[in-house]
């Protein structure tokens, strides 16, 4: 079995699955109609932004890094399927941020209700896509295809990778953290520089997270 000191990759998904499902579950009851009280609108629209860069660098991630290096070592049908799951909802994340950059209309009632239909048509292809991604990169699989090493280094790769396109940090990076609970996070936090935990986060970038507060774990 792996530990946290010999680090298995097929973990890491299923922490960042957790997050983003988390996030997908609050952002579907926040964008019923009634659902986000106005003065935490600014707050959700920054969550629903962070969600839509998070979910697509997560996606791009997968299609550049880590599926092309697990597909040599174990070729499957079904990362065809994974790639084409990632394209639809590409399609969805593009109608979500076509609802965020809408100042006053955001709220109408017409537009709201197209979010939601959004939101719920990702949330049906998303349980699938994880469910079909786990089997073939979750815990158990990374440990039969991947050495220690190997593990290490495409850790190290998707690490640098994700850090390059969850833009703007200040926004994305403590949206990732705190729709994680609390156990979950630390373990995250240890793969980041430790300014990002101590200093950035309560400090420097608090201004630019805090509105979305309303919709994360303490
Ligand atoms: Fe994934
Ligand atoms: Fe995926």
Redesign the pocket.
């Known amino acids: 079995m792996s530990t946290e000191t010999s680090r298995n990759l097929g973990t890491d998904?299923i922490r960042?699955?957790k997050a983003?499902t988390r996030a997908i579950t609050v952002s579907n009851w926040y964008s019923r109609s009634s659902g986000t009280p106005p003065g935490h609108r600014e707050g959700f629209q920054s969550y629903e932004r962070a969600l839509v860069i998070f979910l697509n660098s997560?996606?791009i991630g997968?299609d550049e890094i880590a599926f092309p290096f697990i597909e040599k070592k174990a070729p499957h049908a079904s990362f065809d399927q994974l790639r084409d799951d990632h394209r639809k909802i590409e399609v969805l994340l593009n109608e979500m941020s076509a609802w965020i950059d809408q100042k006053d209309t955001a709220w109408e009632p017409d537009s709201l209700s197209a979010l939601n239909k959004t939101i719920t048509k990702i949330e049906k292809l998303w349980y699938a896509?994880?469910a079909l991604?786990e089997e073939h990169?979750g815990p158990q699989a990374i440990e039969k295809v991947l050495t220690a090493e190997e593990n290490v280094q495409l850790g190290k790769q998707i690490s640098a990778h994700a850090q390059q396109h969850s833009q703007p940090a200040e926004l994305v990076l403590p949206f990732m953290l705190y729709n994680m609970p609390a156990d979950d996070r630390a373990i995250m936090a240890q793969t980041l520089p430790p300014v990002i935990m101590e200093q950035l986060i309560p400090q420097a970038w608090k201004a630019t997270w805090a509105p979305m507060q309303p919709f994360l774990l303490d």
């Open positions: 998904l960042v699955h983003i997560h996606h997968e896509h994880i991604e990169l």
